[in-house]
Every structure is written in C-alpha cells, then in structure tokens.
C-alpha cells in the first residue's frame, strides 16, 4: 500500500456504461398508439417495419400529434486488452527481478462505473491532512489522532479509542503505531492492544507488506533511517546520509526516496533484516512524495506530470500515464488517481477514465484502494473531513505468473 510522510496507506498487497434504449413520449397519443409505437422503437426503430404500420400511422393522424423519440445512445465496449504479468514480491537477497510485462495492473473496466453511486461513509471535525487511510480486504480505517474508524460499505461506522498519534499503518492483522514508549498493535475487530517492542520515540511513519513492519525514524541530528521489527527485535535496516522523502513495503523489502545531497534523487531499496540497499540512478527535481508498493512500485513524478512503475529490482521501468496529475495515488488489481477535478482510473494504452467528478473545494487528502470499492478523504473546511467510497465493478481474474 502506498505510503506518504503525512499520509501512510497501511497494508495492500477495481464499469464502464452500458448501452440501452429508452423511450420518451413527447406528445399525447392514444395508449394503443403509445404501447404500440414504443414497442417497435425498442425493438430497433420503425423504418423496417413501415409497410406493416400504415393503419398505425393512421391512428396518429386521427388520435393527434403523438410523437415518440427512440434514444439509443451505446457506449463502446471496453478494449480487451490481455492483463499483465505479474511481478513476484521480492526476496531477501538477491534482490528480485521483475518480469517482462509492461502493461498497466488491470483488466478492462468493468461494467456500470458511471452509474456507481459515492457513498458517503463518514464526516468529523478534524482536519483531514492529519487522517491517512488503511485498506484491506474487508474494509477501510481511517485513522485519526486519537481513534481508527472502520468503514465497511454498506455498515455503520465503527469507532475504537486509541491513541495513534501521527504516522500509524495496518498490518495484515492489527493496526500498529507508537504510544508510551512502545510499538503497539491493536485488533482492527474489537480495538484491544498489545505491545509489540520497546521504542523510545515516536517515529515519523510506519509502513508495512502482510505481516512485515518497517518505520522510518529521523533522530535528533537529522538522520534519518529504516528500521524493522522481527519478532521483538529491532533492527536498522538503513541509514540515510541524507533525507527521506517517502517508504513503501514490498514483502520483506523496504523502498524509500532519497535524497543523498544537493537537488538530485533516486529510488533505493533495501532488505528488512539489513543487508546493501540497490539503487536507480540519480534524477533532478523535485522529488515524489509517495510511493506505492503492489506487486510492483508506482509513484507520482511531478516534474513531467507522468504516473511511473518500477520493478522490485529497480532495473526496469515505464511511463504509465503523461501530462496528467495524479496526487494522491492508489494501486490495487487498478491504478487510481486523484486531483482537482475527481477520481480516475488509468486505462492501458489510453487516457484516465474518470470514476467521480469533485466539487469545487473537496480537496482529496488520501486514497486508497481494494478490489471492490475505492476510498477517499476529502477536506471538507477548516478541521472537517468526509469519507466517501465507490463501489467497483468485480475484480479482474489474477494476471498469470
């Protein structure tokens, strides 16, 4: 799941229209006439049937002057393009190696996005770039300062008192975050926690893949690094000689954008237990505040306005959109983007179809994504935020491996 400084996602590892008739009556025909025409414009249209509807035209003329429009608008079928390779998660060492698909984590579209209704989920007065969201396969949690909320469509919020602070994430199984001096995990069903390891301060975020936890800590002279836990152990998978913009988790790896000095930056990744960090080559610019890991790594790269994918191995890597903004970013069987104008879903080998249409002022703050619904938070005024979802067509069949 994708993972941002102010915003960590958690753990994670998505319809089109449909063609139809109708019929509109535009004047005041008999009934006969209005069963009878309607009949036949659903049926495709009356110019075939003329020679057989002369009594039936001359009803119009006695009866009035009925008309009937036949509206037959069909949008396209979505193109068929086969779904990609998948990129198995990567190991310990050597680092992994990525396959040679190249197109976008996604089928077509299914069927019946534009008629998905945004469901509202829930609203609180706090601000909302202080409320990341953590998805599973079941539901979503926002997760505020002082309480997660589990959001399950279609269900009643569900609220548990904890004290998360800034910078909490999901497992597989819990919600972990720092309180009192210590690593904590709490039950995503009932709230309960436990203490997973002694850790004396906070660190900036958490990031995690299944089970396996990572953090990013910075100390008091500004050094950042990565660390792990394994078991109760800590251990110090990296440490950066410069600043650290954003992590991910992939299996037992760590990612992160760096910044080792000056205006360049790189992707680098690293084993958890600890081991030699690989890296891309060095680029100018500003660098990507997110990174999000599923199957692959995707991230948003301001400076061409481009959606990017990267293999585990960091050997290999594509454009999978240009000259659009898309912040934040999601990645499940989809990829999803959000920006001014609404939520989008990226399309292989085309332009991003759009899923919501925003309103003026409901900056999203956080995305996140599973296999039935995608999730936003929206700021909804000074210390407001509202939670919404959409609900997607069925997910695609798994890509071969």
């Known amino acids: 799941m994708a993972n941002h400084l102010a915003d960590n996602r958690g753990i994670h590892p998505q319809q089109s229209h449909v063609g139809g008739f109708s019929v509109t009556a535009l004047g005041p025909p008999s009934v006969f006439f209005a069963a009878s025409f309607a009949a036949m414009c659903a049926h495709g249209g009356i110019s075939h049937r003329l020679r057989n509807a002369r009594a039936l035209l001359f009803s119009i003329i006695v ?227 997110m990174l999000v890991a599923h199957h692959e790594l995707y991230y948003y790269d301001g400076n061409g306005r481009e959606v990017r994918r990267l293999s585990p191995d960091l050997r290999d890597e594509e454009t999978l959109v240009s000259d659009f903004v898309c912040s934040p970013l999601a990645v499940a069987e989809r990829v999803y983007c959000a920006n001014v104008e609404g939520i989008f879903e990226l399309v292989p080998h085309g332009r991003p179809r759009p899923l919501v249409e925003l309103t003026r002022g409901g900056t999203v703050t956080d995305l996140a994504a599973n296999a039935t619904h995608v999730f936003w938070v929206s700021d909804a005024g000074a210390d407001k935020l509202s939670v919404h979802a959409l609900a997607l067509g069925p997910a695609p069949s798994a890509p071969p491996r």
């Open 63 to 289: 009866t009035g002057p009925g008309l009937c429009a036949c509206d037959a608008a069909r949008t396209p079928e979505p193109s068929r393009s086969p779904p990609p390779s998948a990129v198995a998660p990567p190991v310990a060492s050597p680092p992994p190696t990525a396959d040679s698909g190249r197109s976008p984590p996604s089928s077509p579209p299914a069927a019946n996005a534009g008629r998905a209704e945004t469901l509202s989920l829930l609203s609180l007065p706090t601000s909302a770039y202080q409320a990341p969201l953590a998805v599973d396969d079941d539901a979503a949690y926002l997760l505020t300062n002082h309480a997660a909320h589990r959001l399950v469509p279609g269900r009643a919020p569900k609220a548990f008192e904890l004290d998360l602070g800034f910078g909490s994430t999901a497992t597989r199984h819990g919600l972990v975050f720092w309180s009192e001096g210590a690593v904590r995990e709490a039950s995503k069903l009932s709230g309960e926690s436990r203490r997973l390891a002694a850790l004396a301060a906070r660190p900036q975020l958490f990031v995690s893949s299944g089970d396996d936890l990572a953090w990013l800590e910075r100390s008091d002279d500004k050094l950042f690094s990565l660390r792990s836990l394994t078991g109760s152990r800590v251990t110090t998978a990296y440490t950066s000689t410069g600043t650290i913009d954003a992590v991910a988790m992939l299996s037992d790896w760590i990612f992160f954008v760096e910044r080792p000095a000056g205006a360049e930056w790189r992707i680098g990744g690293v084993p958890a237990k600890g081991g030699t960090p690989v890296f891309t080559s060095a680029r100018r610019g500003r660098a990507p505040a």
